[in-house]
Nanobody
Framework: QVQLVESGGGLVQAGGSLRLSCATSRRTFSINAMGWFRQAPGKEREFVGAISWRGGTTYYADSVRGRFAISGDSAKNTVYLQMDSLKPEDTAVYYC????????????????WGQGTQVTVSS
């Protein structure tokens, strides 16, 4: 079983920045994409961004495009989410995901999930 270890969440004022990191517990070849999802209280889990190891293609939700940047290292199965210009509506638990996917935007495509890290943006 592959475990994902996340770090980097916290409390920040609106307009500030945070950087989330996620690494796999062991090397595996059953991953071709890694992504980030988030879930705010009372809301469904939503897609934030993803990176495919096939050419390094990145994907973003419209709500974060231009403010967030995803990057990673396919050799280490490690992914980062740089979050700038944070807004109070970005407040949520952020989850890292990894898997062998055909559609990196869909949560059901991912077999492995992190425990989540809280991001809180104050106004």
């Amino acid at each position: 079983q592959v475990q994902l270890v996340e770090s980097g969440g916290g409390l920040v004022q609106a307009g500030g920045s945070l950087r989330l990191s996620c690494a796999t517990s062991r090397r595996t070849f059953s991953i071709n994409a890694m992504g980030w999802f988030r879930q705010a209280p009372g809301k469904e889990r939503e897609f934030v961004g993803a990176i495919s190891w096939r050419g390094g293609t990145t994907y973003y939700a419209d709500s974060v495009r231009g403010r967030f940047a995803i990057s990673g290292d396919s050799a280490k199965n490690t992914v980062y989410l740089q979050m700038d210009s944070l807004k109070p509506e970005d407040t949520a638990v952020y989850y890292c995901a990894a898997g062998l996917t055909n559609n990196p935007l869909k949560s059901y495509e991912y077999a492995h999930w992190g425990q989540g890290t809280q991001v809180t943006v104050s106004s």
